[in-house]
């Protein structure tokens, strides 16, 4: 396939969807190599971008639209879900601010398991040489951000900034 700058699947706003979640992937993938305040760092940096780069994006007419593959398994998921579970120890439950239930339990290691996954899956399928998958693949990363890995990146930045900056009572007596 010959690259075009005008087809909508090589637009600016997917190809910094495209970085940003290769950058994401890779510090998911490599957790345990970080200290952990450096990891929640980073994460809490990266998952704003990439909110923010998804949110940006549009549907793309797909040529071809039952070309849709999942490609992180059940293993590859449990084993990134073990490496964040063993980062995030005792802060991995926390309780969801923004959900309906505001005492459910959040797990950080399930949330940003489930992101991976969605973001992983995209990536992967971007990469087949076809323009349908491309085009599927920008789609579902749509789909997926608006009715799944979305809300879980935001609930875990703000969860990860309370690990990052506890409240300290303040002094009123300037």
Known sequence: MQFDPNEPVFSKNVI????????????????????????????HRILPLLYLK???????????????????????YELIYLSLKNIFGS???FKEALHKNAESPGSFSEYLSDVYQDIKDF????QKPSMSAKENAVNDCLLFFKNHWGYRSLISVTN????LYP???INNNY
């Not at 970085?19 to 994460?43: G, H, P, W």
């Not at 990536?123 to 971007?126: N, P, S």
């Open 16 to 43: 910094e969807v495209l970085t940003i979640s290769n950058e994401f992937c890779l510090l998911i993938e490599k957790a345990n190599s970080y200290e952990r305040n450096d990891f929640f760092l980073v994460l």
């Open 160 to 163: 990860i900034h309370s690990l």
């Open 123 to 126: 990536l992967v399928l971007y």
């Open 91 to 93: 802060d991995d439950i």
């Open 54 to 76: 998804a949110s940006l994006l549009i549907p793309i007419e797909a040529s071809n639209p039952e070309i849709k593959d999942r490609f992180v398994n059940e293993e590859q």
């Open 167 to 169: 409240a300290k009572k």
